[in-house]
């Protein structure tokens, strides 16, 4: 098994109790915890419009972290965006790949291994990976924004390993029209 935690630094503050990792604030909960919770919002909502919202914090939160993560490295471009995957995949996220990447452009494809959700809620015939898509957008906007680039993007996942004969995700990343 390969390990990625030794390259994410955490540290606890012994006053507060507040976990921080590059100077961020961070939550550590089990994975069965969170998406326990995420189901049961996905069933209060429907999978549709809890989708919705969650595109837009998504997309908001990848924004700021991409805008932080930048300066804290001192990394800019498709740097930023190969970081980015870096951390998630060491977050228990899932192990996510870049397949593609043009920031001039707004494109990307990204490919999703190993995805919690598919690890927690099994092969239930549909896409479960749909928290993510507001990620890359708003990860492809600010870097393209950083670097003077007038391009906006959408996201959506193009398969899931939740579906049947499915072995990864994919998500595609494309300018808005």
């Not at 998630?88 to 790949?97: A, D, E, I, P």
């Not at 957008?137 to 950083?146: W, Y």
């Not at 670097?147 to 994919?170: H, I, K, Y």
């Amino acid at each position: 098994m390969t390990t990625h935690a030794p390259e994410v630094p955490i540290a606890v503050d012994g006053d507060t109790g507040v976990w921080t990792t590059d100077g961020l604030p961070m939550l550590y909960v089990p994975r069965h915890f969170f998406i326990n919770n995420h189901i049961a919002v996905e069933e209060a909502l429907g999978a549709e419009r809890y989708a919705k919202a969650l595109y837009q914090a998504g997309y908001k939160s990848a924004w700021y972290w991409c805008e932080k993560e930048s300066a804290q490295h001192g990394i800019e471009g498709d740097a930023v965006f190969h970081h980015y995957m870096k951390r998630l995949s060491q977050r228990g996220w899932g192990l996510f790949s870049t397949e593609m990447l043009d920031i001039a452009a707004g494109r990307a494809r990204v490919r999703l291994d190993h995805s919690a959700f598919v690890y927690q809620m099994g092969e239930v015939g549909r896409k479960v990976d749909y928290m993510y898509t507001g990620w890359f957008s708003g990860a492809v906007d600010q870097i393209a924004d950083a670097n003077g680039f007038d391009v906006r993007t959408v996201s959506r996942q193009t398969q899931c390993a939740a579906e049947p004969g499915v072995e990864f995700g994919l998500f595609e990343v494309t300018p808005i029209t």
